[in-house]
């Protein structure tokens, strides 16, 4: 058996509650905060809009530069930046030279900060010009919140409006004190929201400059959603969301059903994700995933048309998976709908009726999307050992692709539009992924193998599985095109895919054995096109 320990200094008699100094940007419940302060003798000074907030409410208020005998300058740039602040936060109780230095220049300790940051992350969210962003950073905030979370044995921190009750209740019950396990959870806290505020600023930096990969890298987001376990239920779990207008998954309003899981969370953003290749096409698009794959995507008139098309590629793996729409879902389609077990249904709205029919499941988790979908964008993450792997996330488009006929046959019009929509899915898919696709819907995915040729062999016995449970006379891989989300190494599986009934393929190229896999293709009568760009997904 593995033991550990953790040397934490033991309990300590902390300092009652006199004195506090306010600067908050967002005055949520502060009035009411600070009454209960006064109330229990507490002094309070603050700092501009919140000093006036104070003073307007007809509490006592000392104002900052009263206190450090200079007055607010540079627009308010510089107002706590001062060792009457400074000192008052760091000195060390306990310490001899600390209390002597005080008396000495006349300074008086604080033992509590309440502090939130000038609004960083909703300024940059709403779009706000270049010198605006940059005048919403905050100095002072950060560097007093520090200051007072290193000093947690004898103050107090509190940089969230949610946290004010069990301040003044902890003070009511143990005549002004806070105890220590509050005050390191809450230097905890303050330490982690200057951090993440720090990140939300380089990142901004990284955007305007176009330089998301530097020599630093800084991650940090606020709670969202506190989940009741991770992948398994032996793991820990929470949703945050990063800086920046928030859209996808974290931006959805769950109307009904259960509380969203970790696996939930994952899999409708690999849906939203997927949909989002749609964005630009005028047709309705459906999009059905299973732990993190694709298992049924398609195109067409309406929505009706595009979940039956979706569905009928893999019914099997469609139980119990996410479903994502970009059209508007009606009584007719939540009927169908709710015949299947759905963990979850992401749609940019419902009608009224049909919201009564999905109502009528009570567990099914309902998500309506916050604005248009948008393709991805921005950095992606992936923790390993020590470190963190970080690449600008895959905005590549077939659309922008010049795509390269190599075979003596071209592609019909129609085999051109499916090698497009089957590359689009691909992209999505698990490496090493096989998307079989015919009449603007996936017919079989193979996803996730060692061997391109096995994902192409499962992505058949896919489709025959689901023309065996529909009835149909032949699997719709027949007639169908295929794409693959890296080159052919070897001729074996694109003669697969030929044996299937296929007759094109879209794939990048880029193999030593391009020749010999083309001379297949020829032999097989099969229309190929290249890329040239790759879509590896881990």
Not at 395 to 413: E, I, Q
Request: glycine content about 8%.
């Amino acid at each position: 058996m593995r033991v550990t320990s953790t040397i934490i200094p033991g309990p300590i008699m902390s300092q009652p509650i006199h004195r506090a100094l306010l600067s908050v940007s967002d005055k949520t419940d502060l009035i009411a905060f600070a009454r209960g302060l006064v109330s229990r003798g507490v002094e309070l000074v603050s700092t501009g809009g919140t000093s006036k907030a104070l003073a307007e409410a007809g509490l006592p208020v000392t104002d900052v530069s009263s206190v450090t005998g200079f007055p607010e300058i540079m627009d308010g740039r510089v107002k706590t930046l001062h060792p009457k602040i400074h000192g008052g936060l760091l000195a060390v109780r306990s310490n001899e030279s600390h209390r002597a230095a005080l008396l000495a220049q006349d300074i008086a300790p604080f033992e509590l900060l309440v502090v939130n940051l000038y609004p960083f992350e909703a300024t940059v969210a709403r779009g706000a010009e270049w010198n605006d962003v940059i005048e919403n950073i905050d100095v002072g905030g950060p560097a007093m919140i520090r200051a007072a979370a290193k000093n947690h044995d004898d103050l107090t921190v509190i940089v969230d409006p949610a946290d004010y009750a069990q301040i003044l209740a902890e003070m009511t019950a143990d005549e002004n004190r806070t105890s220590d396990a509050t005050r390191r959870k809450l230097a905890c806290k303050a330490f982690a929201r200057t951090a993440s505020y720090d990140a939300a600023i380089s990142r901004w930096f990284s955007a305007q400059l176009d330089e998301p990969l530097g020599d630093y890298f800084a991650i940090g987001g606020s709670i969202l959603q506190e989940l009741r376990y991770g992948e398994n239920p032996h793991q820990k779990a929470a949703l945050y969301a990063t800086p920046g207008k928030r859209q996808g998954v974290t931006a959805a309003r769950q109307i009904q059903g259960k509380e969203l899981s970790y696996n939930n969370i994952n899999d409708t953003d690999a849906a939203l994700e997927c949909l989002g290749e749609f964005a630009d096409l005028a047709s309705a698009a459906c999009v059905i995933v299973k732990h993190a794959n694709p298992c049924g995507v398609a195109i067409a008139g309406t929505a009706i048309e595009a979940y039956r098309k979706a569905l009928a590629c893999d019914p099997v793996s469609a139980f119990g998976g996410i479903i994502a729409f970009n059209r508007q879902i009606d009584a007719v389609l939540a009927r169908e709908i709710t015949e299947l077990f759905t963990e979850v249904i992401v749609a940019p709205s419902v009608d009224e009726e049909a919201l009564a029919i999905i109502g009528a499941k009570k567990n099914l988790r309902l998500l309506l999307l916050a604005g248009p979908l948008l393709k991805s964008n921005g950095v992606a993450l992936k923790s390993v050992g020590g470190g963190i792997l970080v690449q600008t996330r895959d905005d590549a488009s077939v659309d922008d692709m010049d795509l390269k006929v190599v075979t003596k046959r071209p592609p019909t019009s129609q085999e051109l539009e499916d090698l497009r929509f089957a590359f689009r899915v691909a992209k999505h898919v698990k490496s090493n992924a096989i998307v079989y696709a015919k009449d603007g819907a996936t017919v079989g995915i193979g996803a996730g193998q060692m061997s391109r040729v096995d994902s192409a062999r499962i992505a058949v016995r896919k489709s025959e599985d689901a023309a065996k449970a529909a009835g149909a006379a032949a699997a719709a891989v027949q007639g169908s095109v295929v794409a693959s989300d890296a080159f052919f190494p070897f001729a074996d599986g694109l003669l697969q895919a030929a044996e299937a009934g296929a007759t094109a393929v879209i794939q990048p190229g880029g193999s030593i054995k391009d020749a010999d896999v083309i001379r297949a293709a020829d032999e097989a009568g099969l229309a190929m096109v290249f890329t040239g760009v790759r879509h590896f997904r881990h």
